[in-house]
C-alpha cells in the first residue's frame, strides 16, 4: 500500500479518537456539573417554559432537569463530532470523485457544525425548561432539517456542478433559517404550533428530495439500504415521541424515556441520511476515508 493511503488511514484514526475524546470530555463535564450542582435551581432567573408536556419528571433543584431526555442529546453530539472529524478529513485529503460531499469537506463541516449546534440546543431545552433552551431547541431542528432538505433538492440541480454552487446552497439555507428564527418570537404557544407546521412540511419534503435523486441517478452508487433505514428509525422515534407526548406509556421516574429514544433514533436518521450521501459512488464508508483505492476515483 502506498505512503499517501496509509497517511489517509493514519488521519482517519487520528480524527476519530479526538472526535471521540472531546464526546467523552463533554459527558463528563456535564455529569460533574450536574454532580456539584445537585440542589440548586440554577436555571432560576430564566423564562420558564410553560410547556411540560414530556413524561420524564422535572428535577427543579437539579442542572439537568431532565436526565434521560437530556443525556440521549449526546446521540445528536456524536453525529455531528462525526461529521465534522469527516469534513476536516476530507479538507487535509481531497479525495477527487463524483460525490459532492467527500470532494468537499465544507459541506461535512457544515453539517457538523449544525447538528451540534442542535445537540446544544436541545440539552439546554431540556436541562432548563426555558424559553430561552426552547427557542436553541427548535432552532436546532430547522438548522438540522432544512439542511438536508435544501441539500437533497440541491442534488437535482444542474447548476450544483458549478464551483460557486455551495455560496448559494448557504445563501438559500440562511434565508430560510432567518425566517425561521423570527417564528420563534411570536407567542410561545403559537411559535411552537408554527414549529410543528414547518417540521411537518420540511420532513416529507426532505425524503421527497431523497427519492428523487435515487430515481434520477437511477439507484447507480447510492445505497438504497440506508434511506430506508432512515425512515425506519424516524418512523420508530416519531412512535415512541407520540407515547411519550400523549402519555400513552409514561413513567416519570423511570430509565426508558420515550422522548429520550426519539432523540437516539432521530439522531440516527441523520447518521444514516449522512452515510448514504458520503458513501454516493464508493463501495464501503472506509473506502471514502482511503482505506481502500476507489475504482471511481477521478
Avoid at 57 to 74: A, G, L, Q, T
Avoid at 219 to 246: A, E, M, P, R
Wanted: glycine share 6%.
Amino acid at each position: 500500500m502506498s505512503g499517501q493511503y496509509l497517511d489517509h488511514r493514519y488521519l482517519s484514526v487520528v480524527l476519530s479518537i479526538s472526535a471521540l475524546f472531546i464526546w467523552i470530555m463533554i459527558l463528563l463535564s456535564t455529569l460533574f456539573t450536574n454532580y456539584v450542582t445537585a440542589g440548586k435551581n440554577v436555571w432560576k432567573d430564566f423564562e420558564h417554559a410553560p410547556d411540560g408536556s414530556w413524561c420524564e419528571r422535572d428535577r427543579e433543584e437539579n442542572f439537568v432537569k431532565e436526565p434521560m431526555n437530556s443525556f440521549s442529546d449526546f446521540s445528536y453530539l456524536a453525529v455531528g463530532l462525526f461529521m465534522t472529524s469527516s469534513g476536516l478529513f476530507d479538507l487535509m485529503f481531497m479525495i477527487r470523485n463524483e460525490n459532492k460531499i467527500v470532494s468537499n469537506g465544507k459541506i461535512s463541516l457544515f453539517f457538523g457544525i449544525a447538528n451540534i449546534f442542535h445537540a446544544c440546543g436541545t440539552f439546554t431545552n431540556h436541562s432548563c425548561r426555558c424559553v430561552f433552551g426552547w427557542r436553541w431547541d427548535v432552532m436546532g431542528m430547522y438548522a438540522i432539517i432544512i439542511q438536508v432538505m435544501i441539500y437533497a433538492w440541491y442534488l437535482l440541480v444542474p447548476y450544483i456542478k458549478r464551483r460557486d454552487s455551495f455560496s448559494s446552497f448557504l445563501v438559500i439555507y440562511a434565508i430560510l433559517m432567518v425566517l425561521c428564527y423570527y417564528s420563534t418570537y411570536i407567542t410561545f404557544i403559537s411559535a411552537l404550533r408554527v414549529s410543528e407546521i414547518i417540521l411537518f412540511i420540511a420532513i416529507p419534503l426532505t425524503f421527497v428530495g431523497l427519492f428523487r435523486y435515487y430515481k434520477r441517478v437511477r439507484g447507480k452508487g447510492l445505497n438504497i439500504k440506508l434511506l430506508v433505514l432512515s425512515i425506519v428509525c424516524l418512523l420508530i422515534g416519531w412512535t415512541c415521541w407520540n407515547l411519550d407526548y400523549h402519555k400513552i406509556l409514561c413513567y416519570p421516574d423511570s430509565i426508558f424515556q420515550g422522548h429520550a429514544l426519539w432523540h437516539i433514533f432521530t439522531a440516527l436518521t441523520l447518521l444514516f441520511i449522512y452515510v448514504y450521501f458520503r458513501t454516493e459512488n464508493f463501495n464501503s464508508l472506509t473506502e471514502t476515508y482511503g482505506f481502500e483505492k476507489n475504482k471511481k476515483q477521478l
